[in-house]
């Protein structure tokens, strides 16, 4: 990443990070890989979407990976969010779920068990 | 789990949203924004001047004042300052730390700056556990990619601030999450404890000026810089501002990373957000503060959850962890649980700590076994309150904690061990003794071909009997029973 030489220029930075973001139609699947969600399987789930993914020939879908989210209980967790909807995390996602994650909701918008609803609010 | 919203995300407000090895992911959520602003416009004061205002508390466990800790390092003068982030998290059962650094690693470099801003210190140090090597791996990468982004080095945002930071390994004892050690251990000497004071904000890293806090700590830096002191002073009790995060653990139905505003009850943490106790059994305890805290009980449900109410009920805040407890867990064996940790994490320079825990461990062992006596009762207070006194470092000092919470609020369970030899909570093996109901055995002959010992007899379609001089109390006839005609009592 280029040398961030000020203030206005982080700012600038961000909004164009920003833009970037809105602009961005894609599906994003956001998939838990902090230690502990790597070992009840985490890693797993995202190959397998991963492969629905290019079996099914889905296009427009970006895979991110991000730390914990909180939901030890419900492990591994995957966010997913459509174009223009609220995100959606799944819980317990095994890999019949993974599989489901990609066929029902990616492609059809259909929706599934094991949604954790969103319990916080954010500073 | 019911979608109310009890929880208030500050520390964890990114874990789990960004992708914590992309740095432009930081930024797009105002991540450098505090750093950049107030190595602009704001004087290094102005910035320790807002952590005092905040009230932030330390949150590795002791609970000092995190600004006015600023406020002593910058106002010592020196020609060398460090800022050190305490990543050595060792309760048993915590991992919100691990959680922050492997969720938001930018989050804590961005803070360690703002601190050495505020104190005037170019350097830090990250003391971070050589067992989370996901932790450190992403860490090492969150302070390369910012690096190389300008925003740690010389001349930080065109001002003329330099700051930069290393990583340092700890092999995961225990006592090096105490301050002194932590610091000897950095230093290549052994991670013992030294008596304060000197206090590090005096003399520290290599005899200089250091402010050490913890990574939640550093985690609820940049919000407060960037929404204000009133903000963040705004939320929680009146002595304890913020929130905290706890590692919600044990018997309880949704277990994981909690945080939460100070001043919510256990009862909203464990029947609310956790989803009250598994299996539908009942609540007996919860237990905070890891090795250094008590229990706490049903009749400390509504009492607001903040370092001094803790404190006041004999327990801790400790680092965070909230191990939830049901009828079937036995108060003495979980005292004995952690003393054995402590007993084996003691790094052997004082005696109190050294020998006392060892003693403390013998005693408990002997009341679960079902050969104490009432004077071990009287024993173990006197060695307790003595080790209190005595022990060098908050390890040794508060390590007698656990037993004598457990003492006084389940006094009976003592005495049952002792008086009766019986462990009502059917933990401790010695005292147990496995029968067969007469009215539901049907002689299937099922447990006395499993048993390994062969202490089980009797003719088919004739009542069983277990021979208790034998029996090894291994369980492994109450498992094949189908009829439920053997009990523990």
Not at chain 1, 78 to 98: N, Q
Not at chain 2, 204 to 225: C, D, M, Q, R, S
Not at chain 2, 316 to 342: H, R
């Amino acid at each position: 990443m280029a040398k961030i030489n000020s203030l206005a220029d982080l700012s600038k930075r961000r909004e164009q990070l920003l833009a970037a973001a809105a602009a961005n139609t894609n599906t994003i699947v956001n998939v838990s890989l902090g230690t502990c969600s790597i070992a009840s399987g985490g890693q797993k789930a995202l190959n397998v979407m991963k492969d629905a993914v290019a079996q099914n020939q889905v296009g427009n879908v970006e895979f991110k990976q991000s730390g914990c989210m909180c939901f030890c209980f419900a492990e591994p967790t995957v966010e997913v969010t459509l174009h223009g909807r609220e995100p959606v995390v799944f819980g317990y996602v095994d890999e019949a779920k993974a599989e489901a994650i990609v066929k029902k909701y990616i492609m059809n918008g259909e929706m599934l068990d094991g949604v954790i609803p969103v319990n916080y609010t954010k500073a | 789990m019911e979608a109310v919203k009890k929880q208030y995300r500050i520390a964890t407000r990114n874990c789990g949203f960004i992708d914590p090895e992309s740095i432009e992911a930081y930024i797009q959520v105002r991540g450098y924004e505090a750093l950049a602003e107030a190595v602009t416009n704001k004087k290094p004061a102005d910035v320790w001047f807002l952590a005092v205002n905040s009230g932030l508390r330390g949150r590795g466990g002791g609970g000092f004042p995190t600004g006015l800790k600023w406020e002593i390092t910058a106002r010592n003068q020196a020609d060398q300052k460090y800022v050190v982030c305490n990543a050595d998290e060792g309760d048993p059962g915590a991992f919100m730390d691990r959680a922050v650094l492997e969720g938001d690693p930018h989050s804590i470099v961005e803070a360690m700056a703002l601190c050495g801003y505020a104190i005037g210190a170019t350097f830090g140090t990250v003391y971070i556990r050589a067992e989370y090597p996901l932790a450190i791996k992403r860490l090492q990468m969150a302070i390369n990619d910012a690096r190389e982004a300008g925003v740690l080095g010389k001349q930080i945002f065109g001002s003329s601030f330099d700051f930069d930071i290393e990583l340092k390994y700890g092999a995961g004892a225990f006592v090096c999450g105490e301050e002194t050690a932590l610091i000897h251990s950095m230093e290549g000497e052994r991670g013992e404890p030294t008596t304060k004071p000197p206090f590090p904000a005096e003399s520290g890293y290599w005899g200089k000026p250091t402010a050490i806090n913890n990574v939640e700590t550093f985690a609820n830096i940049a919000p407060i810089l960037l929404n204000g002191a009133q903000w963040f002073a705004g939320i929680g009790t009146e002595k304890s501002k913020g929130t905290k995060v706890f590692a919600l653990a044990g018997k309880v139905k949704n277990v994981g990373l909690i945080e939460v505003p100070m001043g919510i009850t256990l009862q909203e943490i464990i029947f609310e957000i956790g989803g009250g106790i598994l299996g539908g059994k009942k609540f007996k305890a919860v237990q905070t503060g890891g090795p250094s805290g008590g229990a706490l009980t049903e009749k400390d449900l509504d009492t607001p959850i903040d370092y001094d109410n803790l404190i006041a009920k004999g327990s801790m805040m400790g680092s965070g962890g909230m191990i939830v407890m049901d009828e079937d867990d036995c108060m003495v064996s979980v005292a004995k649980f952690f003393l054995d940790f402590t007993m084996d994490e003691t790094c052997g320079k004082c005696t109190p700590c050294r020998i006392g825990s060892k003693r403390l461990y013998e005693m408990l062992d002997k009341i679960t076994q079902g050969k104490g006596s009432a004077e071990d009762l009287s024993r173990l207070k006197l060695l307790s309150a003595a080790i209190k006194d005595t022990a060098l470092c908050g390890l040794g000092q508060t390590m007698p904690n656990p037993i004598l919470s457990t003492m006084s609020v389940f006094a009976d369970e003592y005495a049952a061990h002792i008086n009766q030899k019986k462990c009502p909570a059917g933990v401790c093996t010695a005292l147990l003794e496995y029968v067969v109901v007469a009215g539901k055995c049907v002689g299937c002959t099922a447990c006395a071909r499993a048993c390994p010992v062969s202490c089980i007899s009797g003719k088919v379609k004739e009542v069983h009997h277990i021979e208790q001089n034998s029996c090894i109390k291994c369980g492994a006839c109450i498992e094949r029973c189908k009829f439920g005609a053997i009990i523990k009592q």
